[in-house]
């Protein structure tokens, strides 16, 4: 079992930055790719951001490309998503996700276990 947590959230303005921060703990955090998720009302769940077990590899949602980050420290069993020129259509309520696949999945039955989500709200 892995359990994570989220952390971040917020309202900010359009064009502003957040950083969501996701701490993992139970079985061993490097095994797993990340991944990060978002769903905002009436939608269905849709990928943002992944991570390779090690970090050396990322993949991003076209919609968040050159303006989103993700990363991690597996020294501290954590995984970020670091989040800039934010518009209003990035409200959603963000989702932290691991996988033990090695493929580059985005779709979210792919993903083993899952966090509570944090709410980020981009106001016009």
């Known amino acids: 079992q892995v359990q994570l947590v989220e952390s971040g959230g917020g309202l900010v303005q359009a064009g502003g930055s957040l950083r969501l921060s996701c701490a993992a703990s139970g079985r061993t955090f490097s095994s797993y790719a990340m991944g990060w998720f978002r769903q905002a009302p009436g939608k269905e769940r849709e990928f943002v951001a992944r991570?390779?077990?090690?970090?050396?590899?990322?993949y991003y949602a076209d919609s968040v490309k050159g303006r989103f980050t993700i990363s991690r420290d597996n020294g501290k069993n954590t995984v970020y998503l670091q989040m800039n020129s934010l518009k209003p259509g990035d409200t959603a309520v963000y989702y932290c996700?691991?996988?033990?696949?090695?493929?580059?999945?985005?779709?979210?039955?792919?993903?083993?276990?899952w966090g509570q989500g944090t709410q980020v709200t981009v106001s016009s």
């Open positions: 991570i390779s077990r090690t970090g050396a590899r990322t």
């Open positions: 996700a691991a996988t033990g696949s090695v493929l580059i999945t985005t779709q979210a039955r792919d993903y083993d276990y």
